[in-house]
């Protein structure tokens, strides 16, 4: 179970060996000795099953030689089945100063493999932690969930993999097919970048406390070729006019970024919603967007071979 993966050996040491680690303790155990509790203002459901944090782990498929990125580990239940998997190492991204306790009495029991990186996660580049193949999986705090989210997209062709528990509206929006009422922004961008798929789905009582509503583990496994950032940032200016009126018309909706002919230009009726395009139209709309932009640029350019560097 991951709840003594990481410990048992050292369990079986400590009889035997002087000097050797005290025993892991078990993960309740653990939040209790450190006074632990979840914090609503952070967003924090502490998952405390070991047996559906070794099946989110495994989620991640093979992890010999990878490196991997958890973000908001809190009592560190996914991480010790983490550990417990061949993964090279794991980095632990944690901004709650309460558990970095409890996660330094476990990186005694996985000497350089569990590093402990005592930051906000939204202002971190979270690649610059470990080399590739890297992966993130992890329990995403629920209030900073997306925006993490968008952010992993830009850098999709950093990552193998994510592996991401989302309150499971969330994650139906990730993964949700056009013309549905989940479909918008964000499963455009998360589904232009990535292959996105369900994996589980768990009640409001595989967590402590329990959230309102059901959790859902997305998978994401990122194309192989992935947008440029110019033409990433113009999709995101896209899909924000297109879904931020999305009731109107896209001739309607799409007139700040230049409305008919924008839309003629990549081949897509005006009188269209924005709900009925699929992932490929907005990639044509993205790409002709930023083709306006650079032409428009060049053209504005008062001599040749300036105001370009940028």
């Known amino acids: 179970m991951a709840e003594s993966g990481s410990g048992s050996g050292e369990e079986r040491g400590a009889e035997t060996q002087p000097g050797a680690l005290p025993p892991l303790p078990t993960l309740k155990e653990s939040i209790h000795k450190h006074g632990l509790d979840a914090k609503k203002s952070l967003g924090q459901h502490f998952l405390l099953d070991p047996s559906v944090c ?3 782990a495994r989620l991640g498929g093979d992890l010999h030689g990878r490196h991997v990125v958890e973000i908001g580990p809190g009592p560190g239940g996914l991480t010790r089945a983490l550990l417990a998997s061949p993964a090279l190492d794991v980095h ?6 309460r558990a970095w306790p409890l996660l330094e009495e476990l990186a005694l029991h996985a000497p350089d493999r569990l590093k402990i990186v005592r930051q906000d996660a939204l202002e971190l580049d979270a690649t ?3 080399p590739g193949p890297r992966q993130i999986i992890a329990n995403l705090p629920y209030n900073v969930a997306t925006p993490l989210l968008i952010s992993w997209l830009r850098q999709g062709a950093d ?4 592996v991401l528990m989302f309150q499971k509206e969330v994650a139906e929006r990730v993964c949700a097919a056009p013309g549905s009422s989940a479909y918008g922004r964000l499963a ?3 589904q232009w970048c990535a292959d996105c798929s369900i994996a589980m789905v768990l ?3 595989a967590f402590s406390p329990p959230p ?3 959790s859902a583990v997305a998978v994401l496994r990122p194309h192989a070729q992935q947008p440029s950032p110019a033409l990433f940032k113009a999709m995101e200016q896209v899909t924000a006019a297109a879904f931020g009126q999305r009731r109107k018309m896209l001739r309607a909706a799409m007139k700040p970024l230049g409305g008919e002919d924008l839309l003629g230009a990549a081949g897509i009726e005006g009188t269209r919603r924005a709900e009925t395009l699929s992932v490929a139209e907005f990639a044509r709309l993205a790409e002709c967007h930023l083709a306006r932009k650079q032409a428009g640029q060049k053209s504005s350019s008062p001599l040749e071979g300036q ?3 940028h």
């Open 54 to 56: 070794e099946r989110i």
């Open 92 to 97: 632990a991204v944690e901004i709650d100063s």
């Open 128 to 130: 610059q932690l470990t």
């Open 159 to 162: 990552w193998e993999r994510l």
């Open 188 to 190: 455009v961008l998360a």
């Open 203 to 205: 009640p409001p009582g």
């Open 212 to 214: 309102k509503v059901h």
């Open 307 to 309: 105001g370009q560097g």
